[in-house]
């Protein structure tokens, strides 16, 4: 699966192939505070990797189940079967011609008794034809010169319920469906040919299609991946997307509001993702409702619909084209990713180890969500010892060690009260205590004692430093940070005495300090701090 593109907000068509990021990885970015974790900054945005969120699975038990469920690979499966112990085929491998209604009726395709639609004889065709592409039938002749057909051996553990097995089989249907796809949307439409004077056998011809095929297959690249992200950040209930709302994502550049112009774009993408999409949802890739084609149906004097003209209620927009991604489809995606050399994580497998594997692989991973990682490790452990092992964990003057302290508090907060114990008996570290003391009085215990003077300062320090690893330096929770500090009044005595304060992101903590402090005598005191913080190593 090819990485998607990027929309260019910050180049006009005529300067160049620089790329900036879509809405989404925008998001995923933020919320992962990759650019404090690996040292990116905006300039260094067109060559950032596209950050993949982890997702949930079911287990694979249940997602095999889920695929033999999928009605055309259930059919195939079934004719598999049928073929036991051998069937006589055409020439082609295909269904012999007086075998075509027998087994659109075996499939359920037409009724028991009178004649069976054509309709049905071409869908028992395309399921034989994935029975064959799966090797689930395999085709050979016999001495006597016939053509037959015999089940293959991944038959019998595919019955089974065998995960391995059957999930292979679903993944490789899930990759023929998927490039069919995008063949059937690069094909030319009835007439077209004729009008640009080439025939099948002209080079130029040949090239327009090849274009038009490698477009469709990136702009359906993109659509998944779009929808792979959506669905990892949904609530439960709420992963189904718009088809409008998707072609937008792929269309409109970040900040800016669909104009005229990428309005017809945005209708443009969702025509041409409407039968890709459609195929996908065969195999089980996703739950779809395809656009209305009365929406687009032009009568004379008309234009026709365009998304995004005006409002629309719930049902009208439905008309448009629902989407939902499947964790079958989840777990298709995420192994096309895998395969194309993406970090594509589940959600868990930071929480598998000890408390200090935890809190190293969250500060280390880019594309991780640390709330859900602290949920799954807490979940299944006793309070008290819980909240000893991330306590200790979280010591350390290392560059992530302000990071860890903070992601062990929220995994206190998990833990709730029964980690009391625990979090009292560091109230006098150094580098414990002053978080100790926070979490306590948030649990409303009025006999905390008040830390010293250095280790309040230091724990101001920390905290500071903790948001800019997480966030980046996010501007507004540094700004409500700075609110609370003790200035007033007297700004160069309380620098004068945070400068002096052990800790190694001292002179980073001041220096954003004085950036973004509001108050411009305040902010040129702490960037004079900074200067003292760094000179005194």
């Excluded at 910050?10 to 990759?34: I, N």
Aim: aromatic fraction near 6%.
């Amino acid at each position: 699966m090819a990485g998607r593109r990027r929309k260019n907000t910050g180049t006009s068509a005529g300067e160049g192939a620089a790329e900036a990021v879509l809405p989404a990885d925008l998001e995923l970015q933020d919320l992962y505070g990759a650019f404090a974790a690996h040292g990116l900054d905006d300039e260094d945005l067109d060559d950032a990797a596209v950050l993949v969120p982890p997702v949930k699975l079911p287990p694979e038990q249940e997602l095999a189940e889920q695929a033999k469920a999928v009605p055309m690979f259930g059919y195939a499966l079934a004719l598999a079967r049928w073929a036991y112990p051998h069937r006589v085929v055409d020439e082609f491998g295909d269904l012999a011609q007086e075998d075509r209604g027998p087994v659109a009726r075996l499939l359920g395709l037409a009724p028991a008794e009178g004649e069976v639609p054509e309709e049905a004889e071409i869908e028992a065709l395309r399921a034989w034809s994935l029975a064959c592409d799966l090797d689930l039938v395999e085709l050979g002749t016999t001495a006597a010169g016939e053509h037959v057909a015999v089940p293959g051996p991944d038959l019998e553990p595919a019955e089974r319920g065998d995960a391995e097995t059957v999930l292979e089989l679903w993944l490789t249907a899930a990759g023929i469906v998927r490039e069919l796809a995008v063949e059937a949307d690069s094909v030319p439409e009835e007439g077209e040919e004729a009008e640009t004077g080439a025939d099948e056998e002209d080079e130029d011809g040949l090239n327009e299609v090849e274009e038009a095929r490698d477009a469709a297959a990136e702009l359906l690249d993109e659509a998944l991946q779009v929808l792979y992200e959506t669905t990892a950040f949904a609530e439960p209930g709420n992963e189904t997307v718009p088809l409008g709302v998707l072609a937008a994502l792929l269309v409109v550049p970040e900040g800016e509001e669909p104009s005229e112009e990428l309005l017809g774009d945005i209708t443009d993408v969702m025509v041409a993702l409407d039968p890709m999409l459609g195929d996908l949802a065969e195999l089980g890739l996703l739950d779809y409702r395809p656009i209305d084609p009365e929406l687009f149906d032009e009568e004379e004097g008309e234009e026709p619909a365009v998304v995004g003209e005006s409002p629309l209620d719930e049902e009208e927009s439905a008309r448009f084209g629902l989407v939902r991604l499947t964790p079958l489809g989840q777990y298709g995606i995420r192994q096309w990713l895998l395969e194309d050399g993406y970090d594509a994580p589940l959600v868990g497998e930071l929480a598998q180890g000890d408390a200090a594997e935890l809190l190293r692989g969250l500060c280390e991973s880019a594309n991780v969500l640390p709330e859900e990682e602290l949920r799954v490790w807490v979940a299944d452990r006793e309070p008290e010892p819980a909240a000893r092992e991330l306590l200790a964990a979280a010591r350390g003057d290392d560059v992530y060690g302000p990071l860890r302290r903070m992601l062990c508090v929220s995994a206190l907060n998990l833990l709730g009260e029964g980690a009391e114990p625990a979090v009292r008996e560091v109230l006098g570290d150094p580098e414990l205590g002053g978080s100790a003391r926070a979490w306590l009085s948030a649990l409303g215990r009025t006999d905390v004692p008040v830390p010293d003077r250095a280790m309040a300062l230091w724990t101001v320090v920390d905290t500071f430093a903790a948001q800019l690893l997480d966030n980046g330096g996010d501007a507004e929770l540094l700004r409500e940070l700075i609110a609370d500090l003790p200035t007033i009044g007297d700004p160069a005595s309380y620098f004068g005495e945070l400068w002096r304060v052990d800790h190694p992101y001292t002179a980073d903590v001041l220096e954003a300090i004085g950036e973004l402090h509001l108050d411009r005598a305040v902010a040129k005191e702490a960037r004079k701090a900074a200067f003292k913080a760094r000179s005194k190593g």
